[in-house]
């Protein structure tokens, strides 16, 4: 793999976000919105509940964590929709860029700006809300390191399911997050679920992440032979999204899909 | 050069010789109920400039895309330099560029990132400096910091054909470099190309429906129809060898009739 393409990649995402505040705001905007209104959610079922539970880490700090996945996810595809608004593909894939290249090209560019992301959350959600990570300690590496692998995964498989559709099914890959965070227990224990809901949220590595994460904060036995299990499987993902992308690159040129790609073309 | 009848599918040359730049053998392409390209075979030399012509739909740009390696052939073969595009993809496109109207540099980058970034994805050494000799060399230096969106089409025109030299290519393909240029400015790029080929032993794919340029530019000249190559030869020579006053009589014709314009070749 060579490292200027990748380089490329990277500096034309940076370019725009230099020179737009459009593209900037949102990686910070939404995820403050978040942080406040969860927040002050928290203080407030802390002020009402007649329980022991902490409701900042319990909530707050969940909310942050799904928020990075969030950003991880959109990170890739949105400097994917970047060559599908301008229509670049031909230029993009008329060159001896490969396809390990772009994807990196695309999967840095989303850690630069999903970890700028959070470091804005961790500041405002600890100097704001006292949220601390100190009962996680150092397993907040592989927390962080779970959720981080499958959203990469997450945005590279939506990026080639908008490559083989078309660049209309953009919308399918928004709300994504929201269609899996019920399954994968978030802001719930996932045995509060029918037991067909916790099957579909078991093959979702986010799940082992929340339940590690409830676990240590609550003081309850953590298994760490379950948080690898979640890693694996988002390693599993990722390796699986990269195949299922060149795979639909591959018939995206053996059928002329990348060629005559248009804002109409879904086939 | 004397006007030939093609024959396809035979090749013309063969391919591993030494000033060949771009040898296209047995080119076939087949979509579920539609022939697009038909035993196309043909070749570009070091300091040529080829002619593909043909009406709209006529397999032109299909077959542009296929040297390009943004749509698999059906059948047949495409060597760059020597080097087969199918079986290595990024070092044959490494060696060749191009510029077509209906692919635009993205518009929200200016005219320099648009070049550093494209400069990158190719691996140009001394990028900075390419960028310079070519901001100079197609007028673009008071227009660096403009972004490429609102640009008239005549300055996309030359932004293109700048990336398009970025990587000094062995192989241009150019799908209609002047169509959005005035005369003056059009007559300027001609000088500029043939400039390029005769320098820097470059072999130049050409296509236009401008056959007064055709014949002031090309070496040489290819007549597709339908997906097959009917006529091959000097631009200068074909008129008269097909009983007919100019380039553009002739293209008429074969695009029109195009069997019985081949079969009515003087003897």
């Given at each position: 793999m060579r490292l200027r393409p990748v380089a490329g990649i990277i500096l034309r995402q940076l370019y725009l976000f230099r020179s737009s505040p459009v593209r900037v705001l949102p990686t910070f905007a939404w995820v403050a919105i978040d942080i406040v209104i969860w927040g002050f959610l928290s203080r407030y079922l802390n002020g009402i509940a007649n329980s022991h539970l902490n409701f900042v880490p319990n909530l707050l700090g969940v909310v942050l964590f799904w928020d990075f996945f969030t950003r991880i996810m959109q990170g890739v595809t949105t400097a994917f929709f970047e060559d599908v608004w301008s229509r670049n593909f031909l230029n993009l894939f008329a060159t001896p860029l490969t396809i390990a290249e772009y994807v990196t090209g695309l999967v840095?560019?989303?850690?630069?700006?999903?970890?700028?992301?959070?470091?804005?959350?961790?500041?405002?959600?600890?100097?704001v809300f006292g949220l601390s990570f100190v009962s996680m300690g150092l397993l907040l590496i592989p927390f962080v390191l779970v959720l981080f692998l499958f959203g990469i995964a997450l945005g590279i498989a939506a990026s080639a399911m908008v490559?083989?559709?078309?660049?209309?099914?953009?919308?399918?890959?928004?709300?994504?997050?929201?269609?899996?965070?019920?399954?994968?227990?978030?802001?719930?224990?996932?045995?509060?679920?029918?037991?067909?809901?916790?099957?579909?949220?078991?093959?979702?590595?986010?799940?082992?992440?929340?339940?590690?994460?409830?676990a240590l904060i609550n003081g309850e036995v953590f298994s760490v032979t379950t948080l690898l299990a979640g890693a694996a499987l988002a390693l599993a993902q990722l390796i699986l999204a990269a195949y299922f992308f060149a795979g639909v690159f591959r018939y995206s040129v053996r059928t002329g899909l990348l060629a005559r790609y248009s804002a109409e073309s879904v086939g | 050069m004397p006007a030939t009848l093609h024959r396809p599918p035979e090749p013309v040359t063969?391919?591993?010789?030494?000033?060949?730049?771009?040898?296209?053998?047995?080119?076939?392409?087949?979509?579920?109920?539609?022939?697009?390209?038909?035993?196309v075979a043909f070749n570009v030399k070091r300091n040529e400039i080829v002619g593909l012509l043909g009406p709209n739909g006529a397999g032109k740009t299909t077959t542009i895309n296929m040297i390009l390696g943004v749509l698999a052939p059906t059948r047949g073969t495409i060597t760059i330099g020597g080097i087969d595009v199918a079986k290595h993809r990024s070092q044959a496109l490494a060696r060749t560029n191009f510029a077509a109207v209906y692919a635009t540099l993205p518009g929200n980058l200016t005219v320099e990132q648009n070049l550093r970034f494209f400069g990158l994805i190719y691996g140009i050494a001394n990028l900075r400096s390419r960028i310079e000799t070519l901001l100079a060399q197609f007028d673009l230096l008071h227009l660096r910091h403009t972004r490429c969106g609102v640009l008239s089409s005549g300055e996309q025109t030359r932004v293109a054909l700048a990336k398009a030299l970025l990587n000094s290519p062995e192989l241009l393909l150019l799908d209609e470099p002047?169509?959005?240029?005035?005369?003056?400015?059009?007559?300027?790029?001609?000088?500029?190309?043939?400039?390029l080929a005769r320098q820097e032993r470059c072999g130049i794919l050409w296509t236009s429906h401008n056959m007064y340029e055709v014949e002031e530019v090309c070496d040489r000249v290819l007549f597709v129809s339908r997906g097959r190559i009917l006529l091959e030869g000097d631009p200068r020579a074909l008129p008269a060898a097909h009983g007919v006053h100019s380039l553009e009589e002739l293209f008429i014709r074969l695009a029109r009739e195009p069997l019985h314009a081949t079969e009515e070749r003087p003897r």
């Open positions: 840095l560019t989303s850690v630069m700006t999903s970890l700028a992301g959070l470091l804005a959350m961790l500041v405002l959600a600890t100097l490559l083989r559709l078309g660049p209309a099914s953009e919308w399918l890959v928004w709300p994504l997050p929201a269609l899996i965070s019920p399954f994968v227990g978030v802001y719930y224990p996932i045995t509060t679920l029918p037991e067909w809901m916790q099957v579909i949220g078991h093959l979702f590595p986010p799940s082992y992440v929340f339940e590690g994460m409830r | 063969d391919p591993a010789q030494p000033d060949t730049v771009l040898g296209v053998t047995d080119l076939c392409k087949s979509y579920a109920h539609v022939t697009a390209v038909e035993h002047t169509a959005s240029l005035d005369p003056a400015a059009a007559q300027t790029v001609r000088k500029q190309i043939r400039e």
